[in-house]
């Protein structure tokens, strides 16, 4: 089985790092030439895909693959791999399944309340609303070629590297205080293992919330990865009056408590990492922030 991925980043890396070889080939877009011949490897081929350079050789592998995960965001224009290979991913004979990581900010703000994939999507964020608009992109070319598409809505992604822990560390981590402010969380490893669930499960495709079991108050989670680093916690500090990005301040925009039932319903999917506690506790233990 085939597999092209558009956008190697974060989370199709850490999916092609435990589940690669499962695949006869792995294909997978960057965005220079310098970062392919960086990556290129047994067992994985990377590609340039960008608005500079498209790789000759892509074509190629959309006809080839049987199944597409795309990983690349919404740019000015919309989604790019629609834009530039929509028709010729309509086309593709081979191909048995795409699935597309998007983000639980489609939901938009919802006041704390528990919310699941049936809720109504009213996005905020121009961002989301570009989430929104890629989703049904492709929900309508899958249709028409009568593939079947998972779409995975991703909460905040953490994991080796980008978690809070490392904050600390680098001494960027605060404790911003918003009453009432809760996220979900989602450990990288149980996002490569919710795609590979998708495309082993064999079921005719739908939309998930790929998240942890407790939406908790940011500041609980910096608390906790102080706790286990054994150091004091950054000063509580009032989110209505601390110094932030425009997008750093549009997060908190938004509160709601995001389910991850479907998933595990109908995927009979266990998360390896339930809460925040568990997920920063393996991350420590394999030597983050330390």
Known sequence: MNI????????????VARHGGAFSNVTGTVRSAEKAA???????????????????DLPRAIAQADVILLSVPPD?????VLRVFGEKIAAAQALSRIVYLSTVGVYG?????????????????ERSHARLVAEQGWQRLAEAAG???????????????????VALRQGTAKRLIKPGQVFNRIHVEDIADAIYACIAGGLPGAIYNVTDDEPAPPQDV????????????????????????????????????????RIKRDLGFVFAHKTYREGLRALHAAGEGL
């Open 109 to 125: 703000d919802h006041a704390g309340a528990w919310i699941e994939e049936d809720t109504p999507v009213r996005p905020v964020a």
């Open 147 to 165: 593939v079947p598409l998972d779409i995975l809505r991703l909460s905040g992604i953490y994991g080796p590297g980008r978690n809070a822990l």
């Open 4 to 15: 092209l991925i558009f956008g190697l980043g974060f989370s199709s890396a850490a999916f």
């Open 76 to 80: 000015a224009q919309g989604d790019p």
């Open 222 to 261: 910096v608390a906790f990865a102080a706790e286990l680093l054994g150091v004091p916690p950054p000063p509580e500090t009032d989110f209505a009056t601390a110094q932030l990005s425009p997008m750093a301040r549009s997060f908190y925009g938004e509160n709601k408590r995001v389910s991850n039932a």
């Open 38 to 56: 960086r990556l290129r490897q047994p067992g994985l081929t990377p590609l340039v895909f960008s608005d500079a350079q498209v790789d000759v």
